[in-house]
Structures are given as structure tokens and as C-alpha cells.
């Protein structure tokens, strides 16, 4: 219900707002042949392709959706590892507890960390680019310290400083989409961004659900995470080296 009326306040927001929109301006109505006209996306394409700023940031979201295990890994962890032990709880509410409390925690790290990290980074492109690393860099080691910890407030602490990084990253990698990227090839840009997101999220999740069924020990896994979310970091942190120019 809070999600439906979330919805609802952000379109009486954008209600309220104008839009000019002169790339599509004198543009002829849709024709039915143009739905399988793939033209504009290989243009879109190698519209990525041109401007290597783009082409990095385009692929920031992917890297957050290497987080997408989460969705197997947090319910199981408050079922099997971290039960909420409080008198009169039987096994099954202690469980469902225990998800709540790690659910709840991505939920309050993803709002803290765009909060947080705009005070800081401000309009400064350097800064939302140090940011995203940074954001990557807490998010892998908050996961291995998931992966470790030994009591339901620490992997509380882990989750809501991983989720704080990743949500940063969404923000952070979205405005400077929006500023590197012409008015009509953002649309294009954008799904492509959610897309390859999606996509990593969709393995993550499968691969964290197969490993569990094999009996990998889901903090294990979640460490494991951890530590591949050193690969997008490394990546992020050569494509700012390469970009550092332009």
C-alpha cells in the first residue's frame, strides 16, 4: 500500500512540472512498422560506443545488480542464521522476524546513502564519480562482513551500509547519465542502463538460489559477493583514470 501511494505522490509531482522536449518535437505519428524498426537502437548503440564516459557509466548499474543475490540470500539468512530470539517466539515467527529486520535494513541503507552521499558530491561530476567508487568499495566489504558476522545487529550494521553504497551508485550513475547524454539518445541510454542492470540482478539471484540448493552455506555466498563486487570497483576505478580528461 506504501509503494502504490509512493506512485501516486510522484505522479501529482510530475503533474506539476513542464517539460520541453525539441528533440521530438514536428516528429510524424507512430507508424505500426516502426515497433519492429531497429535502427534507432544500433544507433543508440554506437552512440555508447563514441563517448567512453557513457559507455562506463551505462554499465555502473550492472555492477550494483551483481547485488540482486540479496533477494535469495537476506530471507535466508533471517530464517536459518539469524532468528530473532525473544521470549515466547516460536522457530517460524523468530524466522520471519529475522528476514524482516535484514529486509528492513536494505530498505533504510537504500534511502541513507543517496541522502548521505548528494550532501557531499553536490553538482561535482569528480565527486559523483568518486562517490560511485566508494560506493562500490562499501558494498563489497560490507557483504564480506555480512558473510562473517556472528550476530544479527553487525549483519543489520553490513546490510544497511551495503545497500547505503549500492542505492548511491543508482543515484549517482543516473545523474551523471543524465548530464553526459543528449536529449534524444536518452531514452536509449537509459534502457540499456536498466537493462544490463536487470540482467546481472536476474543471474545474481538465479546463481545465489542454485549454489544455496547445492548446499553452499548462504554466508559463504554472501561473502563470496562481497568479493566479486571488487570486479566493477576495479573497472569503475580504471574507467576514471581513462575519462580523467574529458
Known amino acids: 500500500m506504501l ?16 517539460f520541453a522536449e525539441p528533440h521530438a518535437a514536428n516528429r510524424p505519428p507512430l507508424r505500426a512498422r516502426e ?25 555502473v548499474k550492472g555492477g550494483i545488480g551483481l547485488l540482486g543475490a540479496n533477494n535469495v540470500l537476506l530471507p535466508i539468512l533471517g ?34 546513502g543517496p541522502l548521505i552521499g548528494t550532501r557531499w558530491a553536490g553538482e561535482s561530476h569528480s565527486r559523483l564519480r568518486i562517490g560511485i567508487l566508494a560506493g562500490f568499495v562499501i558494498a563489497a566489504a560490507s557483504y564480506v562482513c555480512l558473510g562473517v558476522s556472528t550476530s544479527l545487529a553487525i549483519a543489520i550494521c553490513a546490510v544497511v551500509a551495503a545497500h547505503a553504497g ?3 551508485n543508482w543515484v549517482f550513475s543516473s545523474t551523471l547519465l543524465q548530464i553526459y547524454t543528449e536529449d534524444r539518445f536518452r531514452g536509449r541510454v537509459f534502457s540499456a542502463d536498466v537493462g544490463i542492470c536487470m540482467l546481472a540482478m536476474s543471474a545474481s539471484s538465479y546463481l545465489a538460489g542454485v549454489a ?6 548462504p554466508r559463504a555466498f554472501a561473502a563470496a559477493i562481497g568479493l566479486v563486487m571488487l570486479v566493477p570497483a576495479s573497472a569503475w576505478a580504471v574507467a576514471i583514470y581513462r575519462t580523467r580528461h574529458l
Open 3 to 18: 509503494n502504490a501511494c509512493s506512485f501516486l505522490l510522484s505522479a501529482w509531482l510530475i503533474r506539476r512540472m513542464s
Open 212 to 217: 544455496i540448493d547445492f548446499g553452499v552455506p
Open 166 to 168: 549500492s542505492s548511491t
Open 35 to 59: 515497433l519492429v524498426e531497429f535502427t534507432p537502437i544500433l544507433e543508440g548503440i554506437r552512440y555508447i560506443r563514441r563517448d567512453p564516459r557513457i559507455l562506463a557509466t551505462v554499465f
Open 79 to 112: 530464517e536459518r542464521v539469524f532468528p530473532v530470539k525473544l521470549a515466547g517466539l516460536d522457530h517460524s515467527r523468530a524466522a520471519l522476524l529475522g528476514m524482516s529486520m535484514l529486509m528492513g535494513a536494505r530498505g533504510v541503507g537504500s534511502l541513507l
